[in-house]
């Protein structure tokens, strides 16, 4: 709960950190390092990217929507992600803005979500499916989702793919809401416009990733929310603010 609560604290220097460039000395750390080490950078990215999957164990309901900004921070560098290491990146993360809406009949949410900003793009969308939903008198039945998400990532020096399968809990209590989440990340990054020799080479990698959080909802219909990650072994942190009707 500490760890969550100090999240939250420091949401506005989270969501400045987000929005920094840390791959611009990619090229220069390539060129000189190799292709050997795109898998352990695939994996960072791919942590920071599949952190913005959720905030809620409970699925939209139709005709609902929701809308809102998400963040995903990363203490550190991974201490095998030399590319951004050896660059002196310390904190960094990825922004997302996002929209869902639910479908009729199926009772899915189908989730739309980008950002692009310091010539890095990610664009992508998924789908979340209730498996257990509470209700005014189950309330404190816990709200399960599974969700499974795709994004296509494009940088100057870089693109790729991201997959990512989650299934996330909640419960559904006035104002304050905790929710926990598990989630596979499947992340690839090829490399592009940096020499002959290099472009074309790519690195595919798979990890796990782990996450606690609260989300508050202060005033009806709307919400913020902060989480403590275990990204694929580093320590992370999750913000983000919406509205949900």
Do not use: W
Request: glycine share 12%; charged share 15%; net charge positive.
């Amino acid at each position: 709960m500490k760890k969550i609560i100090l999240s939250l604290c420091i949401l506005p220097m989270l969501a400045a950190a987000a929005k920094a460039d840390p791959f611009s000395d990619f090229k220069t750390q390539i060129q000189a390092q190799g292709k050997t080490l795109i898998k352990p950078f695939a994996a960072d990215l791919g942590g920071l990217i599949g952190g913005n999957d959720f905030n809620s164990g409970r699925a939209i309901g139709f005709p609902g929507f929701d809308v809102g900004l998400a963040a995903t921070l990363q203490s550190k560098p991974s201490s095998d992600n030399r590319l951004l290491r050896d660059a002196g990146v310390k904190t960094f993360g990825v922004g997302m803005l996002q929209a869902g809406a639910a479908l009729p009949l199926i009772g899915a949410d189908v989730m739309l979500r980008g950002i692009t900003y310091s010539g890095l793009s990610i664009v992508g969308g998924g789908l979340r499916y209730p498996v257990l939903k509470s209700g005014t008198i189950a309330r404190f039945i816990p709200d399960v989702s599974v969700s499974a998400y795709y994004d296509v990532i494009n940088y100057d020096y870089f693109k790729g793919t991201h997959m990512s399968l989650d299934a996330a809990a909640s419960f559904n209590i006035p104002v304050i809401k905790p929710f926990v989440g598990v989630g596979i990340d499947r992340t690839k990054v090829e490399i592009q416009k940096v020499s002959a020799l290099l472009n074309g080479a790519s690195g595919t990698i798979s990890k796990p990733r782990y996450t606690v959080g609260v989300r508050f909802s202060p005033l009806p219909l709307l919400y913020v929310y902060g989480a403590y990650n275990m990204l694929h072994g580093q320590t992370g942190y999750s913000l983000g603010a919406g509205a949900k009707f």
